[in-house]
């Protein structure tokens, strides 16, 4: 479980301007976070726009990240969808990739009952040998996990971390005190040391892609014993994340990185493009990360 500890950067995906994926930029984007130091990363989730993509366009990610990381950090992929037969072939798509995990956000749209939520992760971690992540992310439409809910899917011993991308932290620290020990994520970049404060394993958040050093730094100092210097490295980086939720999280990110000599493209439709004002916001962001 060690190696599913720690800071993951949920991959942002770059696009040409016509939406067609960057390979090129997605390669040095991985370089940069490799150099600087990262754990993991997570692929095609929230961040990497994976619900806007094709299956087939996902699978051809996990592909070519894990060629390009080569074993030189732990990899999540992300599968989840509202189609079942879908998050299970891009699932072994992952697996034979060499992925060391693969990730779902439960199925939204429909209001699916728990036990339907429940089977679709069944049907998942089943579908693979790698173990599967819960991506816990009640604002995407799904369902909240309870520390009761989660103990039923965690019925299934394939099933061993969750990736908590809520502010409720009370909620973080009971899913380490389950009747199974399980890796817990903590989601959001701008709570990151109340998350590991409460117990998380790590993180897994967007900001990491550009600025991983900063988001390393919150880390090893709460693993030090820093909790002062773990807060000032908090409160520079959430500066600038207040900036990043004025403009738009996606496409704030990828302007900075594009700023940053990265060409990022745009998000996709219907994400909206960086605004003027938000183009300048990101250059004073990129001047403090020199
Ligand atoms: O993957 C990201 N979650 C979402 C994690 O975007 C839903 C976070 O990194 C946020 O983008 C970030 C800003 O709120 O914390």
């Known amino acids: 479980m060690q190696k599913f500890k720690g800071i993951f950067t949920a991959l942002l ?43 087939e366009e996902r699978k051809q990610i996990f592909r070519f990240v894990a060629k390009t990381v080569g074993g030189r950090a732990t990899l999540i992929g992300h599968v989840g969808t509202i189609h079942t037969l879908d998050a299970i072939d891009m699932a072994k798509a992952a697996e034979q990739a060499g992925f060391d995990a693969v990730s779902a956000v439960a199925p939204f749209y429909y209001g699916f009952p728990f036990d339907a939520v429940k089977g679709y992760y069944n049907d998942i971690a089943n579908s693979v040998d790698i173990p599967t992540v819960i991506y816990n992310f009640p604002a995407s439409g799904g369902v909240t996990f309870t520390p009761e809910r989660a103990e039923e899917v965690l019925q299934n011993p394939k099933i061993v971390a969750i990736k908590h991308t809520s502010p409720d932290l009370f909620l973080l620290e009971r899913f380490k005190h389950l009747s199974r020990d399980i890796v817990v994520y903590n989601g959001f970049d701008e709570m990151l040391v109340a998350g590991l404060a409460m117990g998380a394993d790590g993180g897994i958040g967007s900001t990491y892609n550009f600025m991983p050093g900063k988001i390393l730094n919150i880390y090893n100092r709460f693993r030090a014993g820093d909790l ?63």
Request: charged letters at 20%.
């Open 228 to 290: 002062a210097g773990a807060q000032a490295a908090q409160e520079e980086v959430n500066e600038i994340i207040a900036t990043l939720i004025r403009y738009g999280v996606f496409a704030s990110e990828k302007e900075i990185l594009t700023q940053m000599g990265i060409s990022m493209g745009p998000v996709r439709r219907p994400f909206l493009p960086i605004s003027e004002d938000g183009k300048a916001a990101m250059s004073k962001i990129v001047e403090i990360l020199k």
């Open 13 to 55: 995906t770059p696009f040409h301007e016509d939406y067609s994926i960057n390979w090129s930029s997605l390669e040095r984007l991985i370089a940069f976070n490799l150099e600087q130091g990262i754990h993991g990363f997570y692929v095609c989730g929230s961040t990497g726009e994976g619900l806007m993509m094709s299956p």
